[in-house]
């Protein structure tokens, strides 16, 4: 499994980014898409996961309302939108996969491909 993650940037509070994930992965049955952020100083956190097939989400209550998780089949691309951004989103945004059903837990996901930083401006 591979995943490459893209999309962050640089944006003033209360804009907007979405992050891409591609990946080189049987889809098919039971993959799991996972976003976790971190923060400088800060253990990585759960931020939102999508099963393909299901397509059961899971949010953090942080970001509830503001992100989006998605995912394009036939891209095998996973996206996460962020709207409403706020300085306190601020951080490296990974990308991670499992086999299994939609967890919130890091240690779950046996995948991970290299963050994206997204920084948000007051």
């Known amino acids: 499994v591979q995943l490459q993650a893209s999309g962050g940037g640089l944006v003033q509070s209360g804009g907007s980014l979405r992050l891409s994930c591609a990946v080189s992965?049987?889809?098919?049955?039971?993959?799991?898409t996972g976003w976790f952020r971190q923060a400088p100083g800060k253990e990585r956190e759960f931020v939102a996961a999508?099963?393909?097939?299901?397509?059961?989400?899971s949010y953090a209550d942080s970001v509830k309302g503001r992100f989006t998780i998605s995912r394009d089949n036939a891209k095998k691309t996973a996206y996460l939108q962020l709207d409403s951004l706020e300085p306190e989103d601020t951080a490296i945004y990974y990308c991670?996969?499992?086999?299994?059903?939609?967890?919130?837990?890091?240690?779950?996901?046996?995948?991970w491909g290299q963050g994206t930083q997204v920084t948000v401006s007051s």
């Open positions: 992965a049987r889809t098919d049955t039971n993959y799991v």
């Open positions: 991670a996969a499992r086999y299994g059903s939609v967890v919130p837990y890091t240690r779950y996901y046996s995948y």
């Open positions: 999508m099963g393909w097939s299901s397509g059961r989400t």
